[in-house]
């Protein structure tokens, strides 16, 4: 029976301290009863391929052992949904982005593979894998500890259907979409036209920073001036009419359209002339008292950063823009269906 | 739907004490097999709801633990035998 007290240490080791005792116990009485119901049908005792093919029959030792105890996981079938959705918004909404950004920049930028030769350019892609590994690490245990507090405290039933959200009008243009947009496109009007400016920030030693535009810049600033003011004026008029009309129609559908695919293609011809190089001087980066390679570093950065957000903005704007013909056409202008008792 | 039948069957076997084998061998011929792991981890949960007792003891040389309903399992068993019945007179009414 050696092979059989082998067996059971080995059940044992992945046992909890607690139940070690108690459940080996059983499992040897479980084992011995089947094994004496074996050798009473042979009329003999079992030889150790009879009784390794027994213990085959119950399982590898880890297998039973886990077997053996109640149902164990991190995060339980109650939370599991909201912890999916969460790791989904999470990779839809920042990881998949960056990652695009990354790619794009590879394949279309020569001067950002120059600037990252080799190995160099995997590198950066480690910030993206330290960046999901940390979130997805994170949304896990939190909500492994969500999981075991809902155990004890049950707060997800603690629910009140008449919180739930309202019935989504798809025609509606919230109050607050209009808002957000109305301030949004004045204070970058503001900005676009010269009357708010950047703010010096200070860094290291109270070294005083101080952005402002550089050659790139004002070419695009002087080249777009009109064009890139008229979009934003024409967004603060459809965001003050959308705050007094609030339903979408194909007439302002197609306005927002079209000014979403103008702004996309403003974008798309600047980003086209500076393809090359990716830290085309945007913004000059001075200060007389940090070290010049600690200000160099920064205005690269600050560069590389506007010609990522400017790639970033071309895309939502031609995204927004397809959005927006897509729901010309189904758009639906009729009363809206409701779910009556 | 077998996970609720195992738990009326092995409530229903132990209305007569038994050990984890017999209880298996049992149940297995009167058509419903039950695997070892599947088997103690529903007797210790039921023990823990306070349905079933358990007591280990010698037989046969050799330590048992043997099982039988509480009067709270023998309480259980009759409401779900009622549901039982009627869940199967509601069934044969649609099949």
């Excluded at chain 1, 194909?250 to 980003?271: D, K, T």
């Excluded at chain 2, 070892?36 to 981890?41: C, D, N």
Aim: glycine share 6%.
């Amino acid at each position: 029976m050696e092979l059989l007290d082998r067996y059971l240490q080995a059940v044992k080791f992945w046992l909890p301290k607690a139940q070690k005792q108690d459940i080996t116990a059983e499992l040897a009485e479980d084992i011995h009863s089947y094994i004496d119901e074996k050798e009473g049908e042979l009329g003999r005792a079992l030889d150790d391929a009879e009784l390794a093919a027994v213990l085959k029959r119950y399982g590898p030792p880890v297998f039973v052992a886990e077997r053996c105890l109640p149902q164990r996981h991190l995060i339980g079938p109650v939370l599991f949904p909201i912890y999916r959705f969460v790791l989904k918004l999470v990779l839809f909404v920042y990881l998949v982005p960056w990652l695009v950004v990354w790619i794009s920049l590879v394949a279309f930028v020569p001067s950002y593979r120059a600037a990252h030769p080799g190995p160099e350019l995997i590198k950066t892609l480690s910030t993206w894998w330290n960046l999901a590994f940390y979130l997805f690490g994170m949304i896990t245990v939190g909500f492994a500890v969500a999981d075991r507090i809902q155990a004890k405290s049950k707060f997800l039933e603690r629910w009140d259907p008449r919180k739930l959200p309202a019935v989504r009008d798809r025609s509606r243009i919230s109050r607050a979409t209009s808002i957000s947009e109305l301030v949004t496109d004045a204070l970058f009007a503001l900005w676009w036209v010269g009357v708010l400016r950047f703010p010096a920030v200070y860094i290291n030693e109270g070294a005083r920073v101080l952005w402002t535009p550089g050659p790139v810049w004002q070419t695009f600033h002087q080249g777009f001036y009109a064009p890139i003011l008229l979009l934003l004026l024409a967004g603060m008029a459809m965001a003050c009419f959308n705050l007094v009309r609030p339903r979408w129609t194909r007439l302002r559908l197609g306005i927002r359209a079209a000014i979403n695919g103008i702004a996309a293609v403003l974008l798309g011809l600047v980003l086209h002339a500076h393809w090359a190089e990716v830290y085309a001087q945007w913004m000059a980066v001075t200060s007389r008292a940090a070290a010049v390679p600690k200000t160099e570093l920064l205005a690269d950065w600050t560069n590389i950063t506007i010609f990522i957000t400017l790639l970033i903005a071309a895309v939502i704007c031609f995204s927004s823009c397809l959005y927006h013909v897509f729901r010309i056409i189904r758009l639906n202008e009729g009363p809206q269906v409701t779910h009556k008792p | 739907m077998r996970r609720g039948c195992l738990v009326l069957a092995v409530l229903a076997e132990l209305r007569t004490e038994q050990y984890g084998y017999t209880l298996r061998k049992s149940m297995a011929d009167h058509g419903l097999a039950i695997e070892e792991g599947t088997l103690y981890p529903l007797l210790r949960r039921l023990e823990s709801q306070g349905l079933l007792i358990s007591e280990w003891r010698e037989e046969n040389k050799r330590n048992k633990r043997f099982y039988r309903l509480s009067t709270d399992g023998g309480v259980i068993l009759e409401q779900l035998l009622a549901e039982w019945r009627s869940i199967k007179a509601s069934l044969g009414g649609i099949l």
